[in-house]
């Protein structure tokens, strides 16, 4: 089944993996336009935002009325998540990102119909050394092995549905660490080399937990 996609990613991040053949350097719009490619193979509809503005002197209407539309007629949305998507310095308040996973998360009700809340994947992109250990980092603790969420430097709203099941099934590591089982996310995390594989597959999860959505701890509000 085709979804339409909304993509929210930081438009000017160049620390993120060189993507061959893009030149002089590549930046997170780059993995935004292979994402629409792929996409135009698939069944599913890319929607997603071509700037990269200042939100810091926009009021709260201007904000609604512009997002409104782009993520109204969708059911998934896809976080880029990048090092350098979050610029120090500036308020969440003040940056595309947070307002469009808050409208995204959210019910938004208009007078043709109401446009249920998405569900919700964050895509890690690898940096420019070709990492993922700002954000996933796999880990030989204990047997079994853990896979570590570094979110204490992302938005708000996006690492406060992060590990957010009201009920978790959860364990301590050999070394202190919480363990978190199953679906423990409403914003789940997965790697872009993952992603951009299994695409439908991705979707899909998400899709699933969404329909689950009273099992989790929803943030809904983009701090300052």
């Known amino acids: 089944m085709g979804h339409n996609i909304f993509v929210s990613y930081k438009h000017k991040d160049t620390n993120v993996r060189s993507i061959p053949n893009v030149s002089p350097f590549t930046w997170g719009r780059d993995y935004v336009d292979l994402l629409e490619r792929k996409l135009s193979k698939t069944s599913h509809f890319y929607y997603g935002e071509k700037g990269d ?4 002197d926009k009021t709260d209407e201007y904000i609604y009325n512009h997002l409104k539309d782009k993520i109204f007629p969708t059911t998934c949305t896809i976080v880029l998540i990048s090092a350098g998507m979050k610029e120090h310095g500036k308020l969440d308040k003040s940056q595309w ?13 208009r007078e043709n119909g109401t446009s249920h809340r998405n569900g919700i994947l964050g895509v890690v992109i690898p940096d420019k050394n070709g990492s ?5 980092e796999n880990l030989s603790c ?4 853990c896979r570590c969420i570094h979110k204490n430097w992302m938005f708000t709203i996006l690492k406060e549905n992060m590990f957010n099941l009201k009920t978790a099934n959860k364990q301590r590591c050999t070394n202190g660490d919480t363990v978190w089982f199953g679906e423990s ?3 789940p995390l997965v790697t872009w080399d993952y992603f951009i594989e299994h695409i439908d597959e991705c979707v899909e999860r998400v899709e699933r937990i969404k329909d689950n959505v009273d099992d989790y701890e929803l943030h809904l509000s983009v701090n300052t």
């Open 142 to 145: 204990c047997a079994s092995g």
């Open 97 to 109: 990102i947070p307002w469009e996973i808050y409208y995204s998360i959210r019910e938004i009700h």
């Open 53 to 56: 503005d200042d939100l810091s």
């Open 185 to 187: 996310s409403y914003i």
């Open 132 to 136: 993922y250990s700002y954000a996933i």
